[in-house]
């Protein structure tokens, strides 16, 4: 079955960087696609960086020119780069797969595949 285990969140002041990575297992990364979803407390789910399976990126917008996702086929593994941390960027990140059409891929209903999280935490 799909596994997918996420690791890197941590607690860093405004401003820093953070890589997120999120390690597949029951499937080839590069014939899926692969996302970035967030939830805050007390918010929805929401899309943060999406790879179709040629590897095009989408981004959400308030995320663009700051994160930087990318993926190593022969590790299996997705990244997430996060630069410029901003306090809004304060959530439980997770990992999903499934085959979601290029223009679908923000849409955090359409993945049935996902990480357990983790945790990123910016301070002022």
């Known amino acids: 079955q799909v596994q997918l285990v996420e690791s890197g969140g941590g607690s860093v002041q405004a401003g820093g960087s953070l890589r997120l990575s999120c390690a597949a297992s029951?499937?080839?990364?590069?014939?899926?696609?692969m996302g970035w979803f967030r939830q805050a407390p007390g918010k929805a789910r929401e899309a943060v960086a999406a790879?179709?399976?040629?590897?095009?990126?989408s981004y959400a917008d308030s995320v663009k020119g700051r994160f930087t996702i990318s993926r190593d086929n022969a590790e299996n593994t997705l990244y997430l780069e996060m630069n410029s941390l901003k306090v809004e960027d304060t959530a439980m990140y997770y990992c999903?797969?499934?085959?979601?059409?290029?223009?679908?891929?923000?849409?955090?209903?359409?993945?049935?595949?996902w990480g357990q999280g983790t945790q990123v935490t910016v301070s002022s």
């Open positions: 790879l179709d399976n040629e590897g095009t990126p």
């Open positions: 999903a797969a499934d085959r979601v059409e290029w223009w679908k891929l923000l849409r955090p209903s359409l993945y049935n595949n």
């Open positions: 029951g499937i080839s990364i590069n014939t899926y696609s």
